[in-house]
């Protein structure tokens, strides 16, 4: 016999596994499962057609190895991450605070802040690459009216990947503004005016109030843009083109998947691509769980 407490808890377990159950079926069918299948991929030549696959074992991650344009591929993925998680999510954590203030107008700055966020990737970046043209892009008439040179900002290699990272920089402040200012509202004020009374100035509230009880919050948005930005496609793919000078120095791993596997119909070498991809993001989303300890401070 099943006494009532028991029972309880069997409702309660039922009704909490029938509650995840979509997200879970979701996770289970739109990520687990292809993961699964692109990694079985990777062992595999692809056939004519897209039929008759030929298993070849390691072959694919040979070749990646000896392959220079995937080496490029990493180490343009890593740069734009590195160029577009600490300027975002500075920015944004700055904005935050300055909009978490009782400002006149705080709600309309907010919604400004948030409307790239809105905007659809095709959209902005179409803007973006009239805005970088080298001959009437706004940029450069900008700059030959105070007497500067004009930069070939999507076509030289050396500025054209922290063009892209400045267009990714512009979209994502607002989203990550959005969930710093959601933390920042849970900080008891007590603190703030524990500090005003020993003389603090905004500055040091910042630094040893604000970014310490906020910490959990900015792990959460850190790791989440390392992830996005590692998965860095669309931006790309709609500045620059194969045919480019600065393709060597903008390709991403994403980008460069979509090329084997759909451009040069080889699923398998893709798959392959991916995998890598796959790898460096499991090793610094680990590297990220393991330092959080040594900074972020939870509010008991």
């Known amino acids: 016999m099943i006494d009532g407490k028991s029972k309880s808890k069997i409702n309660e377990w039922l009704w909490g596994w029938f509650l995840v159950a979509p997200a879970v079926i979701g996770l289970i069918i739109l990520n687990i499962i292809p993961a699964i299948q692109t990694f079985y991929l990777s062992f595999f030549k692809s056939g004519d057609f897209g039929r008759g696959n030929i298993f070849i074992g390691l072959e694919n991650y040979k070749k990646l190895i000896n392959d220079s344009q995937v080496w490029y591929a990493v180490r343009n993925t890593l740069l734009y991450t590195l160029f ?59 700059l030959k009216q105070l007497g500067l040179n004009p930069v070939n900002w999507i076509d030289d290699p050396k500025v054209a990947l922290i063009s892209i990272a400045i267009i990714s920089i512009w979209s994502t402040t607002g989203y990550n503004m959005v969930l710093i200012l959601a933390g920042l509202q849970d900080i008891p004020t007590v603190y703030y005016e524990a500090s005003n009374i020993d003389g603090a100035n905004a500055i040091t509230q910042f630094f040893k109030i604000t970014i310490p009880l906020v910490s959990p919050t900015l792990f959460f948005v850190i790791t989440t843009s390392v992830i996005q930005c590692m998965q860095v496609f669309d931006v790309v793919y709609m500045m620059i083109d194969v045919t480019r000078p600065s393709y060597d120095s903008t390709v991403s791993l994403v980008y460069l998947f979509y090329n084997n596997s759909f451009k040069y119909l080889n699923k398998g070498y893709g798959s392959a691509i991916v995998m890598v991809l796959l790898l460096i993001i499991s090793v610094i989303t680990v590297i990220q769980v393991k330092l959080q300890k040594r900074w972020v401070n939870y509010m008991g």
């Open 84 to 142: 577009v998680v600490p300027v975002s999510v500075f920015l944004a954590a700055v904005i935050a605070v300055l909009l978490n203030k009782n400002i006149k107008g705080r709600g309309i700055y907010r919604s400004i802040y948030y409307m790239p966020v809105i905007a659809t990737p095709a959209a902005v970046t179409m803007v973006w690459r009239w805005l970088y043209n080298y001959h009437y892009g706004l940029i450069n008439y900008v």
